[in-house]
Nanobody, 126 residues
């Protein structure tokens, strides 16, 4: 079993920044890791994902169009931690943000995530 614990959410004014963290109880190597969000009354949306290859600190990333150029996903394999740097936040970014992980090993990101965190709330005021 893999546990994911998010942190770093909070309240910020529009234009501000937050960095979310997701601590993973197992290695992030050869997994697809992602951030999702869900606002009240809306469907869950995949915000960003990263494929974490073995033996590297890098990864292949992709983003939802709504957050491109504002958000950045990254990971620290040594710390088994996933990050989401969120800049130039907008009120429409307000949502519960969830970290998700695929099973391991995988060789690319698909739409399948096996493990989920409990979420961290992000609120952006205008």
């Amino acid at each position: 079993q893999v546990q994911l614990v998010e942190s770093g959410g909070g309240s910020v004014q529009a234009g501000g920044s937050l960095r979310l963290s997701c601590t993973v109880s197992r290695s992030t190597s050869r997994r697809c890791m992602a951030w999702f969000r869900q606002a009240p009354g809306k469907e869950r949306e995949e915000v960003a994902k990263i494929y974490v290859p073995g033996g590297s600190t890098g990864g292949t990333t992709s983003y939802a169009d709504s957050v491109k150029s504002r958000f950045a996903i990254s990971q620290d394999k040594a710390k088994n931690t996933l990050y989401l740097q969120m800049n130039n936040l907008k009120p429409e970014d307000t949502a519960m943000y969830y970290c998700a992980a695929s099973a391991s090993p995988v060789t690319f990101c698909s739409a399948s995530y096996k493990y989920w965190g409990q979420g961290t709330q992000v609120t952006v005021s205008s």
